[in-house]
Structures are given as C-alpha cells and as structure tokens.
C-alpha cells in the first residue's frame, strides 16, 4: 500500500494564480482532511470530508475549495493564491470517528511570491 | 480557548533520560480521541499513540506511554530512555467525536524536543 500521497511536494507560485494540490489515499478510508502548517504552529484543518460527495469547512477554509468525488482523492484548490498561503499543506485519512489515528500524507511546500 | 495547550515551547534532556511532554486540553465531549505525533526535521507526521476518552488504562507502544488524566484534563506523552533519535517536535492533537462521525484533528503549538549526548 503506498498509504497516503501527495503532489507535488514544492511548489512556488505568484499571486493571483491558482492551482490544485492533490491527494490520494489507498486504504479505503472514508474520512479526508486537509490541515496547513505554519511556522510556530500546530496544524490547523482546512476542510474535511467524511464520504464521497461529502465536504465541510474547517478551521482556516478561506481560499480554498475541496471536492470527493472518488473514496481514494480529496484535492485541495487555491482559487487565487495569496502569500498568506505559503505553508506547508498535509493531506490525512482515517477510518470514521473520534477513536482512529489519522494516516498523513508527506506534504506540500507552498510558497506564494 | 485553546482546545489543546502545550506548555513547552523548547526542552533540552540528556541522552537515556526519560522525558515527559506535557498536554492538556479542554473539550465537553465524553467521547474523544487524544493522539502524539512526532515530527521530524524532515517534516512528516509520524503517529506515535493514541488514547480514548473512555480507555480506563494509561496507552501504550514501546517507549512511548501516555499519562492520562481525565479529571484533570492532561494526557502527557512519556518517552522513556530517550534517544538521539527522539530529537523532533512533538505534538498534541485530539479529535472529538460529533455523534453522527468525527472532526479532524485539533494540533497544540508543539514541543521542540533536543536529546543531547
């Protein structure tokens, strides 16, 4: 199993441009998040998706936009990067529940010029 | 309010000590989920241990254990014999149960952990 992936691991973009962060997991799980990484702090959750079709904003969702159309991929969108979103994005699944370890992802260094 | 607070920013422990990392958090759940994950300077987060909210024994996994008290609201990560290895940040999260399914993951700030020889 390769667990959970993401792509690309680096990316730089300028302002106002968007892009689309990808995600996929191969362990059948139902749940999907996104969260960002910022320095000095814990991470922070985007969105969420508890099953395909199923989506909901986290804690930071400004900016960004998510879909789950498959079980396996939950991609993040920047719609128009902005520098306040350079970070370090991770993608994570678990199973269902408040008792499931979630499965994160290697990230992805985003940096917005 | 903070949901999960980590009180140590930065701690220095000698090689083979053991060491405890400190995490408290405030939620009005019954059911939930405590977890440790450790990150490395390398930068992926690597699950360690986990403790439910209704588990009447302290969790578990090799070196690791995690001290929790419910009353008082802390679930401290304990490393016993640590290791140069064991040099990372160190993070606190818990996951409350909404009933019909789960949130994700609330992260304390981290501890900053350095094992000297």
């Known amino acids: 199993n390769a667990g959970v992936t993401q792509t690309p691991k680096f990316q730089v973009l300028k302002t106002g441009q968007s892009m689309t962060l990808q995600c996929a997991q191969d362990?059948?799980?139902?749940?999907m998040s996104w969260y960002r990484q910022d320095p000095g702090m814990g991470l922070r959750l985007i969105h969420y998706?508890?099953?395909?079709?199923?989506?909901d904003q986290g804690e930071v969702p400004n900016g960004y936009n998510v879909s789950r159309s498959t079980t396996e991929d939950f991609p993040l969108r920047l719609l128009s990067a902005a520098p306040s979103q350079t970070s370090v994005y991770f993608c994570a699944s678990s199973y269902g529940g408040a008792l499931n370890e979630q499965f994160f992802g290697p990230g992805t260094r985003l940096t917005v010029l | 309010a903070q949901k999960i607070t980590q009180t140590q920013p930065g701690m220095f422990v000698q090689e083979k000590e053991a060491v405890t990392l400190d995490c408290t958090y405030d939620?009005?759940?019954?059911?939930?989920?405590l977890f440790w994950y450790k990150q490395p300077s390398s930068g992926e987060m690597i699950f360690l241990i986990y403790q439910g909210s209704y588990d009447e024994q302290n969790a578990t996994e090799g070196r690791y254990s995690l001290n929790f008290q419910k009353a008082r609201k802390s679930a401290n990560l304990v490393i016993s014999a640590s290791q140069l290895g064991d040099s990372a940040m160190y993070f606190c999260a818990m996951r409350e149960d909404l009933g019909g399914g789960a949130d994700g993951l609330t992260f304390g700030k981290g501890t900053h952990l350095i094992i000297q020889p």
């Open positions: 998706s508890v099953g395909a079709g199923i989506t």
């Open positions: 939620t009005s759940d019954q059911s939930y989920g």
């Open positions: 362990m059948n799980h139902e749940y």
